[in-house]
Nanobody
Framework: QVQLVESGGGLVQAGGSLGLSCGAS????????QGWFRQAPGKEREFVAS????????YYSDSVKGRFTISRNSANHTLFLRMGSLKPEDSAVYYC????????????WGQGTQVTVSS
């Protein structure tokens, strides 16, 4: 089992920046990669960014590439998402998730944190 807790959401003006954090606990060794997803009202949950733990390789969706940065503090198992040049369409509930080695699927999810970008 892996427990994930996000923090750092809030309200920001368009063009601004915001950072999210995700603390992980439990069976950390079972984690293959960690990622961020988001879901806006009336839309499906979509991938934002992820990091593979064995080599810190990062992946981004085209919609956030160049504006968002995913990083991780391996010492305290915390995942970060630095969001810049924010747009109103970035408004959503952001979720942290962990993909585990045994299933290679994102089996563990945080509770989500709201990000609202005003125009």
């Amino acid at each position: 089992q892996v427990q994930l807790v996000e923090s750092g959401g809030g309200l920001v003006q368009a063009g601004g920046s915001l950072g999210l954090s995700c603390g992980a606990s439990g069976q950390i060794s079972s984690i293959y990669s960690q990622g961020w997803f988001r879901q806006a009202p009336g839309k499906e949950r979509e991938f934002v960014a992820s990091m593979r733990l064995l080599d810190n390789r990062t992946y981004y969706s085209d919609s956030v590439k160049g504006r968002f940065t995913i990083s991780r503090n391996s010492a305290n198992h915390t995942l970060f998402l630095r969001m810049g040049s924010l747009k109103p369409e970035d408004s959503a509930v952001y979720y942290c998730a962990s993909r585990i080695w045994s299933t290679m699927t994102f089996d563990y999810w945080g509770q989500g944190t709201q990000v609202t970008v005003s125009s």
